[in-house]
Each structure stands twice: as structure tokens, then as C-alpha cells.
């Protein structure tokens, strides 16, 4: 099984930039796809990105297409969100999420595990 923690979030001015990192324990990290979510109050979580176990394949929505960089270091059983050009409609919190599948899986209901999520705020 795989156990997921973020680290990195923040406050940060638009235009900035962040980099998520999401540690997972356990030896079978590269046998899962990872994604990243976010969620605002009252509104359902939405995918962000997704990294195939290799980090050779890789999916984002559309909304951080050009502006969010996701990426793996199995060796280190961690996986990144690197956003630039942050705007205040990415507020949210962010979820790290591992799925046990080859594929970049989209959806949430993909994903069997979750961490904690963090709290990324995006305002001047």
C-alpha cells in the first residue's frame, strides 16, 4: 500500500510560482500512476494533472495546460506540481492521489489513494 503526504503549499502573489511535492511510503510507489486534484468550498474536486509510472506520459487539464509542470523521481518515492504563472482561480486545496494502473488516469474514482491535502492560496 502506498501512503501519501503533501508539503509545499502556501501563499503566494499572482504571477508566482509553487512546487508541491507529494512523499509516498512504501517499496511499490512506481507501480502506481500519481495525479494531482485540487478543491474549492462547495464545488466538487477537479483534476489537475496525472504522471504515468515511468513519468514519460503525462495528462493536464486544460485550465493549467502551459503554466503546471507534473513530474516523479521514483528513486525518491516522491511527485511534483510545479505551477507558474499562478492566478487566484488556482486557490484550492491540492490532493495528491496514487492509482494502480499503467494508464493517466483522469478521474478520481481511478485513484485509491489520497493524501491529507494542502492549502495553496493564491492573492496579493
Known amino acids: 500500500q502506498v501512503h501519501l503526504v503533501e508539503s509545499g503549499g502556501g501563499l503566494v502573489q499572482p504571477g508566482g510560482s509553487l512546487r508541491l511535492s507529494c512523499a509516498a511510503s512504501g517499496r511499490t510507489f512506481a507501480n502506481y500512476a500519481m495525479g494531482w486534484f485540487r478543491q474549492t468550498p462547495g464545488k466538487e474536486r477537479q483534476f489537475v494533472a496525472a504522471?504515468?509510472?515511468?513519468?514519460?506520459?503525462?495528462v493536464y487539464a486544460n485550465s493549467v495546460k502551459g503554466r503546471f509542470t507534473i513530474s516523479r523521481v521514483n528513486a525518491k518515492n516522491t511527485v511534483y506540481l510545479q505551477m507558474d504563472s499562478l492566478k487566484p482561480e488556482d486557490t484550492a486545496v491540492y490532493y495528491c492521489a496514487a492509482s494502480p494502473t499503467t494508464l493517466v488516469p483522469t478521474s478520481e474514482d481511478s485513484y485509491n489513494r489520497w493524501g491529507q491535502g494542502i492549502q495553496v492560496t493564491v492573492s496579493s
Open positions: 504522471v504515468n509510472w515511468s513519468g514519460g506520459a503525462t
